[in-house]
């Protein structure tokens, strides 16, 4: 059995019509990436971000202990989700540490501070820094929440002042008033609107137990995002 082809001839004209209209479709879809692609990055620049977050401490350096609980992997999962918030919200971020790394590599003599060289390195790059860490002290009672800022920054008194009114809706503090501060290296080294969070206090209870749950660090994340973002969109200056 034989069988039957069909073979559809379309007049030049028609053809012409389909691959234009296929063109239009094609810059359509282009043109509508690209316009989101424009938007995330007028919205970049319109506020001044990038944004540098700071995980303290890592690797070979945990910093505050309670038990097995290690401050810097708490500070690292806090940070790896308002990188992820910020992202999500159309802002530029990096990060001074994204694993379980010490930046000042071998553990030899000068380690700290080459540590702190390496960070202070990537937050000059940016426009804003933000450093989290958590705190511990002989006297358990002491819990909350806390911001520094260098002395005599008024950019980084309005920064912490940001922070600290988002944390309030989720975190105690434990002093409701940015904290001036002189002799905190990275503060008074950066070039840039630099604070230092401290998230809470691992020697107490209460802290430490919430610190540990990931819905509470979510919050703390998603708080201290909003704090940066106010920040930058109320266009304030370095």
């Known amino acids: 059995m034989s069988r039957m082809t069909m073979t559809i001839f379309l007049p030049k004209k028609y053809l012409i019509l389909i691959g234009v209209l296929l063109l239009h479709l094609v810059v359509a879809v282009l043109a509508k990436d690209y316009w989101i692609a424009y938007r995330q990055e007028q919205k970049v620049l319109a506020t001044g971000a990038n944004v540098i977050l700071d995980p303290g401490h890592g690797g070979v350096d945990p910093g505050a202990l309670s038990g097995d609980v290690k401050e810097k992997d708490i500070v690292l999962d806090v940070v790896l989700r308002m990188n992820e918030y910020l992202t999500e919200h159309g802002y530029s971020v990096v990060l001074t540490r994204d694993q379980d790394v010490d930046l000042g590599g071998e553990l030899t003599r000068g380690r700290h501070k080459r540590d702190l060289n390496a960070r202070l390195e990537v937050i000059n790059r940016g426009q804003v820094a933000v450093s989290i860490h958590c705190n511990t002290i002989g006297d358990s009672?002491?819990?909350?929440?806390?911001?520094?800022?260098?002395?005599?920054?008024?950019?980084?008194?309005?920064?912490?002042?940001?922070?600290?009114?988002?944390?309030?809706?989720?975190?105690?503090?434990?002093?409701?008033?940015?904290?001036?501060?002189?002799?905190?290296?990275?503060?008074?080294?950066?070039?840039?609107?630099?604070?230092?969070?401290?998230?809470?206090?691992?020697?107490?209870?209460?802290?430490?137990?919430?610190?540990?749950?990931?819905?509470?660090?979510?919050?703390?994340?998603?708080?201290?995002?909003?704090?940066?973002?106010?920040y930058l969109e109320g266009g304030q200056e370095s």
Not at 168 to 182: A, G, H, S, T
């Open 141 to 230: 009672t002491q819990k909350g929440a806390v911001v520094f800022y260098q002395k005599g920054s008024e950019a980084g008194k309005r920064l912490a002042a940001s922070l600290l009114a988002e944390l309030n809706r989720v975190q105690l503090l434990n002093d409701n008033r940015p904290l001036p501060i002189e002799n905190l290296f990275l503060l008074r080294t950066s070039r840039i609107p630099t604070v230092i969070v401290e998230l809470g206090f691992l020697s107490n209870q209460e802290d430490k137990t919430k610190l540990q749950e990931a819905g509470f660090r979510q919050q703390l994340a998603e708080a201290l995002s909003r704090g940066i973002i106010n």
